[in-house]
Every structure is written in structure tokens, then in C-alpha cells.
């Protein structure tokens, strides 16, 4: 099972960014996906989870309006967009995926992860 993300970089405040996740060695499609954030010194983070079908997502309070989750099952890739960029939002941004059908809001709760990319916002 890989999971390999990009998009990540270097980028201003209110500036935007699109992560791509894809993944390989399962059916895309029998899990849902999160995305988590990990800034240096911190715990990970739950930023967003989409169902298997993508038609149920959920997003961390700190994101929501700035940020959407989706997905294309018929390329096995997981996206999050994120728009508005602000400083508290650089960490490393990492993809998992989860055998239920909504995904899991705790990190615990995936059973395959990414390896992250990384993304700075600067002032």
C-alpha cells in the first residue's frame, strides 16, 4: 500500500494550494480519506475526512470555509484545496486512508498513512 502526496510549498498569506494524495495497492474506493497537519513542536491534526463515495465531508473548525476535501475513485487520488492561506496553517500536511465508510476524526483511527509534504505560509 503507498500513499504518496505533493503539492506542498512555499506560498503568502491568502494564497492558496492544492495537495494531491495518490494511493495504490487497495481499492481506492472501500476506504475513506483524511487529511492531518502536524506544525514542528505540535501534536498531528485533523484538518478533513471524506467518505468512500465523497459524498459526506467533515472539517476541522480551523479550516472550514477555507478549505475542501475531495476525491476522484476512478484516479485513486484524495485532493485538499486550500484557499486563504494563513501562517498558522504551515505543518506538514499528511494523507491517510480508513476502512470505514466516513473516516475517522482521530489519527488513531487510519490504517495507512502518507509520508506528508510540506507546506509554509509566510506573512
Known amino acids: 500500500v503507498q500513499l504518496q502526496a505533493s503539492g506542498g510549498g512555499l506560498v503568502q498569506a491568502g494564497g492558496s494550494l492544492r495537495l494531491s494524495c495518490a494511493t495504490s495497492?487497495?481499492?481506492?474506493?472501500?476506504?475513506?480519506m483524511g487529511w492531518f497537519r502536524q506544525a514542528p513542536g505540535k501534536e498531528r491534526e485533523f484538518v478533513a475526512r471524506?467518505?468512500?463515495?465523497?459524498?459526506?465531508?467533515d472539517y476541522a473548525d480551523s479550516v472550514k470555509g477555507r478549505f475542501t476535501i475531495s476525491r476522484d475513485n476512478s484516479k485513486n487520488t484524495v485532493y485538499l484545496q486550500m484557499n486563504s492561506l494563513k501562517p498558522e496553517d504551515t505543518a506538514v500536511y499528511y494523507c491517510a486512508e480508513d476502512r470505514s465508510v466516513y473516516g475517522s476524526l482521530s489519527y488513531g483511527g487510519y490504517d495507512y498513512w502518507g509520508q506528508g509534504t510540506l507546506v509554509t505560509v509566510s506573512s
Open positions: 471524506i467518505s468512500r463515495s465523497g459524498g459526506s465531508t
Open positions: 495497492g487497495l481499492t481506492f474506493g472501500n476506504y475513506a
